[in-house]
């Protein structure tokens, strides 16, 4: 804030002494007319000659000086807010906020509007009182010409604002939708194709791009229909500034040269005026996009610094933990109670929709629980720092995601980390050899979210990546959704390495290579916890269960009963494959 100050400081002072030197060209005419050509001195024509090319020449630099400092000025606010928009956007995004990347969108057109000198019309502006007192100096009438032409320019400014804001407003809303549908229908480039979707998504587009390109139409209609009658009016009062002042040089009331520097003092008095009105629509844009960030900045508090917690052990508790997504009113998950100590491994099943998605969520602090608490070590997630609390956790998502870039970067989280640590991942993860085969080995380049790489080795280097830097708690959710049978002995034999290492886990899987490496399994039914405990235990509850189906569907006398008042929990219906797993 401070250093924001000292710019504006410093672009007021070049503000300053620009205005003071436009006076140069009004006091040279003054004195061409007045003196020189009274006198018919040379030497004194000359020597204001040389002095006001001088003062030109320092009002030159100073201007250049300027531009200088507001490009400066506008880099030095993104880099400055960029970070902490991009941070927030995040923060946002788990929140269920959809505006993507618009908050840094709307920091380049803010530093566009500083760059552009769009800034200065407001350095300048406050100039324009003293132009006018000048005339007035030099001639009352002539300063009341002046004072009246300014209003009139000042209410053209004013009745153009009000006029289209409104549609301004409208269309930055519109953009920014079309601009979402256009990157969904880029990122599902695949999808689009294969289903021949392209037609239809075009059309959507349209549908709102009109929609923008409307309110951009009107806007810039009653901006063109202003913005021409106001240079009208200025290039009209200039004229008629110069026929006022031959009229009072004619009744001998003013002299020549005060008629010539009144007209260039009014040129230079309604100049921010002008400026304004021919940059409003990027001051409209630029205004939005302030008010946007503004409004984001103040909606989302900054991160409070957290003390740094020693080193968790990784016991993860849930205590009566329930989740309902913000904006819905039922919840996904109730009532959570469960205790992750380290060297177990929990498989938590259930059926689709159930919550296992969520339930990972919250153990990884990505959601905070409407209800209840989640601890690590006892201390609860959110009073963990955020940064430190992801270096020991270990997540790897049902839908793998990775950034472009090589494997290594990838494996690495994005850090510079030995290659040591890097090998030591991929090999724990049983990826190493796999990653040996791509074309570049950790170098390879993996493409813009990984595409150039199939299901199962993005998985197999996400899986590398989660457990990259020792993690205490490794949450995997379905990792075996994309392996063949070679990644998922594979997976089964890191699953069996990190209990041996004594981490905590929780896989979300039902395959029986998942349900073998667990030490208790987790069901969940409509966001309930159904079972919970010893693998052999929940599996024969299970088996019992399903077995008690199969006699009472085997008599029909029974159909009727109460044990079909609700379906009891077979593994089955838990999920589909999960037959194979008992
Ligand atoms: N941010 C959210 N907003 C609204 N509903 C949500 C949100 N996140 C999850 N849900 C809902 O919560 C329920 C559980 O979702 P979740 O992804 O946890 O299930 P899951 O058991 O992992 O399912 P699957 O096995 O199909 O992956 C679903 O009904 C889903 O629609």
């Given at each position: 804030m401070g250093q924001c100050r000292s710019l504006f400081g410093g672009i007021a002072f070049f503000s300053f002494a620009i205005n003071l030197l436009m006076l140069a060209s009004p006091i040279y005419m003054l004195q061409v007319y007045d003196r020189v050509l009274v006198t018919g001195r040379v030497e004194t024509l000359l020597l204001l000659t040389g002095m006001t090319v001088a003062a030109m020449l320092l009002m030159g630099a100073l201007d250049a000086l300027r531009s200088v400092v507001m490009v400066r000025m506008g880099c030095w606010l993104n880099s400055r807010l960029g970070p902490v928009l991009l941070s927030n956007s995040v923060s946002t995004r788990l929140a269920?906020?959809?505006?993507?990347?618009q908050p840094l969108r709307d920091l380049a057109t803010l530093q566009g509007f500083i760059s552009s000198q769009g800034l200065t019309v407001f350095f300048d502006a406050p100039w324009t009182p003293l132009f006018l007192a000048l005339i007035w100096f030099l001639h009352p009438v002539l300063g009341m010409f002046a004072v009246g032409s300014a209003i009139v320019l000042l209410i053209l400014s004013v009745a153009n604002e009000l006029m289209t804001r409104t549609a301004s407003e409208n269309a930055s809303t519109a953009q920014i939708r079309a601009n979402q549908q256009a990157e969904a229908t880029i990122r599902n480039a695949e999808v689009v194709r294969a289903m021949g979707m392209m037609p239809r998504l075009a059309e959507r587009w349209m549908t709102t791009n009109e929609a923008a390109l409307a309110a951009i139409r009107r806007s810039s209609e009653i901006g063109a229909f202003v913005t021409g009658l106001s240079k009208f009016i200025r290039i009209f009062v200039q004229s008629a500034t110069l026929g006022l002042g031959a009229y009072l040089v004619l009744r001998g009331e003013v002299s020549g040269g005060a008629m010539i520097a009144s007209s260039i003092l009014l040129g230079r008095a309604l100049a921010p005026v002008e400026a304004a009105m021919s940059t409003w629509r990027n001051f409209g844009t630029a205004r939005i996009a302030f008010y946007r960030l503004k409004a984001r900045m103040q909606a989302v508090p900054p991160e409070t610094r957290r003390t740094r917690l020693p080193d968790p052990y990784g016991v993860l508790e849930m205590r009566q933990v329930g989740f309902t997504p913000p904006?819905?009113?039922?919840?996904?998950?109730?009532g959570i109670t469960l205790r992750l100590v380290p060297g177990e491994a929990v498989a938590a099943i259930g059926p689709s929709a159930s919550g296992k998605s969520t339930l990972c969520k919250l153990l990884t602090g990505i959601l905070s629980p409407s209800q209840g608490e989640v601890r690590l070590d006892g201390s609860?997630?959110?009073?963990?720092?955020a940064d430190q609390l992801g270096s020991h956790i270990g997540y790897l998502p049902q839908d793998v995601e990775l950034f472009s870039g090589s494997v290594r970067e990838n494996i690495a989280r994005m850090k510079d980390a030995d290659d040591e640590a890097i090998v030591a991942a991929a090999k724990l993860a049983h990826a190493h050899e796999m990653i040996q085969k791509l074309?570049?080995?950790?170098?390879?380049?993996?493409?813009d979210s990984g595409t150039r790489l199939s299901g199962g080795q993005r998985q197999r280097i996400g899986l590398a990546r989660a457990v990259f830097g020792d993690p205490r708690v490794i949450i995997l959710d379905e990792?075996?959704?994309?392996?063949d049978q070679v990644g998922e002995a594979a997976l089964a034999a890191a699953v069996a390495e990190l209990k041996s290492q004594r981490r905590t886990i929780i896989i979300v899987g039902h395959r029986p290579s998942t349900l073998a490496q667990a030490d208790k399994v987790l069901l969940l039914r409509d966001g309930r916890i159904e079972m919970f405990g010893p693998r052999e235990e929940v599996l024969k509850r299970l088996r019992d269960a399903a077995t008690e189906v199969a006699k009472a569907a085997a008599m029909p006398n029974v159909?009727?009963?109460?044990?079909?008042g609700k379906a009891p929990p077979t593994v089955e219906s838990a999920n589909d494959e999960r037959g194979a797993a008992i």
């Amino acid at each position: 804030m401070g250093q924001c100050r000292s710019l504006f400081g410093g672009i007021a002072f070049f503000s300053f002494a620009i205005n003071l030197l436009m006076l140069a060209s009004p006091i040279y005419m003054l004195q061409v007319y007045d003196r020189v050509l009274v006198t018919g001195r040379v030497e004194t024509l000359l020597l204001l000659t040389g002095m006001t090319v001088a003062a030109m020449l320092l009002m030159g630099a100073l201007d250049a000086l300027r531009s200088v400092v507001m490009v400066r000025m506008g880099c030095w606010l993104n880099s400055r807010l960029g970070p902490v928009l991009l941070s927030n956007s995040v923060s946002t995004r788990l929140a269920g906020d959809g505006s993507g990347a618009q908050p840094l969108r709307d920091l380049a057109t803010l530093q566009g509007f500083i760059s552009s000198q769009g800034l200065t019309v407001f350095f300048d502006a406050p100039w324009t009182p003293l132009f006018l007192a000048l005339i007035w100096f030099l001639h009352p009438v002539l300063g009341m010409f002046a004072v009246g032409s300014a209003i009139v320019l000042l209410i053209l400014s004013v009745a153009n604002e009000l006029m289209t804001r409104t549609a301004s407003e409208n269309a930055s809303t519109a953009q920014i939708r079309a601009n979402q549908q256009a990157e969904a229908t880029i990122r599902n480039a695949e999808v689009v194709r294969a289903m021949g979707m392209m037609p239809r998504l075009a059309e959507r587009w349209m549908t709102t791009n009109e929609a923008a390109l409307a309110a951009i139409r009107r806007s810039s209609e009653i901006g063109a229909f202003v913005t021409g009658l106001s240079k009208f009016i200025r290039i009209f009062v200039q004229s008629a500034t110069l026929g006022l002042g031959a009229y009072l040089v004619l009744r001998g009331e003013v002299s020549g040269g005060a008629m010539i520097a009144s007209s260039i003092l009014l040129g230079r008095a309604l100049a921010p005026v002008e400026a304004a009105m021919s940059t409003w629509r990027n001051f409209g844009t630029a205004r939005i996009a302030f008010y946007r960030l503004k409004a984001r900045m103040q909606a989302v508090p900054p991160e409070t610094r957290r003390t740094r917690l020693p080193d968790p052990y990784g016991v993860l508790e849930m205590r009566q933990v329930g989740f309902t997504p913000p904006g819905s009113r039922s919840s996904v998950l109730q009532g959570i109670t469960l205790r992750l100590v380290p060297g177990e491994a929990v498989a938590a099943i259930g059926p689709s929709a159930s919550g296992k998605s969520t339930l990972c969520k919250l153990l990884t602090g990505i959601l905070s629980p409407s209800q209840g608490e989640v601890r690590l070590d006892g201390s609860e997630l959110q009073h963990w720092d955020a940064d430190q609390l992801g270096s020991h956790i270990g997540y790897l998502p049902q839908d793998v995601e990775l950034f472009s870039g090589s494997v290594r970067e990838n494996i690495a989280r994005m850090k510079d980390a030995d290659d040591e640590a890097i090998v030591a991942a991929a090999k724990l993860a049983h990826a190493h050899e796999m990653i040996q085969k791509l074309p570049q080995g950790y170098e390879t380049q993996i493409g813009d979210s990984g595409t150039r790489l199939s299901g199962g080795q993005r998985q197999r280097i996400g899986l590398a990546r989660a457990v990259f830097g020792d993690p205490r708690v490794i949450i995997l959710d379905e990792p075996n959704a994309n392996l063949d049978q070679v990644g998922e002995a594979a997976l089964a034999a890191a699953v069996a390495e990190l209990k041996s290492q004594r981490r905590t886990i929780i896989i979300v899987g039902h395959r029986p290579s998942t349900l073998a490496q667990a030490d208790k399994v987790l069901l969940l039914r409509d966001g309930r916890i159904e079972m919970f405990g010893p693998r052999e235990e929940v599996l024969k509850r299970l088996r019992d269960a399903a077995t008690e189906v199969a006699k009472a569907a085997a008599m029909p006398n029974v159909a009727d009963g109460p044990q079909l008042g609700k379906a009891p929990p077979t593994v089955e219906s838990a999920n589909d494959e999960r037959g194979a797993a008992i």
